[in-house]
């Protein structure tokens, strides 16, 4: 079965529907000795939903990521990811998922276009469908201007979404993106905002995003999970968090009250490598 577009017609394995979840977790435990990262976590994703993880440093944002996407086997509890259990069938789930990290993951000694076609080759993108794939992915990031020069002349923005280029060049059905604008300047951080809308807009992919970051959760987020000490303590639209907190609350209020924390936030290719070394180190 195809969802509109976004998997090719030779997967005929998708238990998905178009209108199923394409995330699910039912009490997903991730524990390492005598501390539980992870404690019981329930949620919905529905398809193309961008859907928001919020919450302090530790609180265990990463360590969900990384079982959704088969990096870190849960303790108990079940995940199903594009209607297939990431521990049973982590392969199947692989294949139809894109992930963007927040360690730098695009190769400054390469030009654009030889990191697409490293990803094309990675992805098993058939070879007879990899230039036109490359082309389309490109101008939907507005980079084919730039696909012949060296990463590391890059900006940090560009960087960012030739990343999301890369991890969208096998048609995702969901995108998992760790902290997907740290480092960035304002200006950088609106270009990719706008274009994870279009990703989900052309193509239907759902966008599981994390971040430090509340203007970029209101405004780039359907719905949001607030995260603490490995539970999610409340879930909803930007709106229904806010409002019950107060009629003039913002996200900032809504991370105060439900966690007691304070927000922690997170140029050029060095920069961007720096800076996102560092935030790993405190995810």
Wanted: hydrophobic share 40%; net charge neutral.
């Amino acid at each position: 079965m195809q969802h509109s577009g976004m998997l090719d017609s030779s997967d005929d394995g998708v238990h998905a529907s178009a209108t199923a979840p394409v995330v699910e977790t039912f009490d997903l435990t991730r524990k390492f000795g005598s501390i539980t990262a992870i404690d019981r976590a329930s949620l919905l994703v529905g398809p193309r939903e961008i859907f928001g993880l919020i919450g302090p440093n530790g609180a265990g944002k990463s360590t969900l990521m990384k079982m959704l996407t088969t990096m870190l086997p849960p303790t108990s509890g079940r995940a199903l990811v594009a209607g297939f259990d990431v521990v049973r069938e982590a392969a199947r789930v692989r294949s139809h998922i894109g992930y963007v990290p927040q360690l730098l993951s695009a190769d400054g000694e390469l030009t654009g276009y030889e990191n697409m076609l490293v990803s094309a080759r990675l992805y098993l993108v058939p070879r007879a469908e990899r230039e036109q794939r490359i082309a389309a992915a490109l101008d939907m990031m507005a980079l084919t201007d730039q696909r012949d020069r060296l990463v590391r002349t890059y900006s940090g923005g560009m960087i960012r979404r030739l990343e999301i280029a890369q991890s969208t060049l096998h048609r995702p059905l969901v995108l998992f993106m760790d902290e997907p604008t740290v480092g960035l300047d304002p200006g950088g951080r609106h270009t990719v905002w706008q274009h994870v809308r279009r990703l989900r807009e052309h193509m239907g992919t759902a966008v599981v995003v994390t971040t430090h970051y509340m203007d970029e959760a209101a405004e780039l987020c359907d719905r949001i999970a607030v995260i603490h000490r490995g539970r999610i303590e409340a879930v909803g639209t930007p709106d229904e968090l806010t409002a019950k907190v107060g009629p003039a609350a913002t996200l900032d209020d809504v991370f105060m009250h439900v966690t007691g924390a304070e927000i922690e936030a997170g140029g050029g290719y060095r920069d961007v490598r720096q800076t996102r070394l560092s935030a790993r180190k405190h995810s």
